[in-house]
């Protein structure tokens, strides 16, 4: 599509702090979607509604929460440059912590999906036999869940490509640095005559999110055969 090389690397950008995105948030996701699939106890509908918290806050909220809680001054901030020397603010790596907080929802909704379908008469079958629980979800709850984790991780992916009201509250719109595909496309609205920038760019973002939204849901499908679990 006649791409420039500054739209090249704005693409490379959004494709890299969307995939840090999802590695950062995907044990995280797991482990909350477990919790909330199987386990049971006081809070629980708390920890449910913090989780899915960002998908109904304005994103500019999400964004300023994270400019308190882990800019320079920030109590989560000053640890991380004090102890690693890290500064997320104004940085790419800031924008893969903002597009990772938008993506956990989503995430967690489709591995918490995908978990509930596994039949835990098996699970208790095997224990039964004698396997031990690490056992047991390595050979059993993880192969059989995979499918539903890895439309979980696809979906991030989509919602990280997308993400702008968190980041560009958090990171501002520094180009290189934080001007990811939806900033970008947000910058050229604002200059005349930059119609043919925004329709290519435009063009691209929708080509990644609706592949990845396809794969997620085709792998959600397969994780959920015969069950009608759906992600969308």
Known sequence: MGLTADEWDIIRLSLKVSFVAVGLCLPVAFALAWVLARGRFPGKLLLDGIVHLPLVLPPVVTGWLLLIGFGRNGPAGVLLYDWFGLTLIFRWTGAALAAAIMALPLMVRAMRLSIEAVDQRLEGAARTLGARPVHVFWTITLPLSLPGVLAGAVLGFARSIGEFGATITFV?????????????????????????????????SVILSLVALIASEALSRRAGAGRGNHVL
């Open 172 to 204: 501002s719109n520094i180009p290189g640095e934080t001007r990811t595909l939806p900033i970008a496309i947000y910058a050229a609205l604002q200059v005349p005559g930059s119609e043919g920038v925004v329709t290519r760019l435009a063009i691209i």
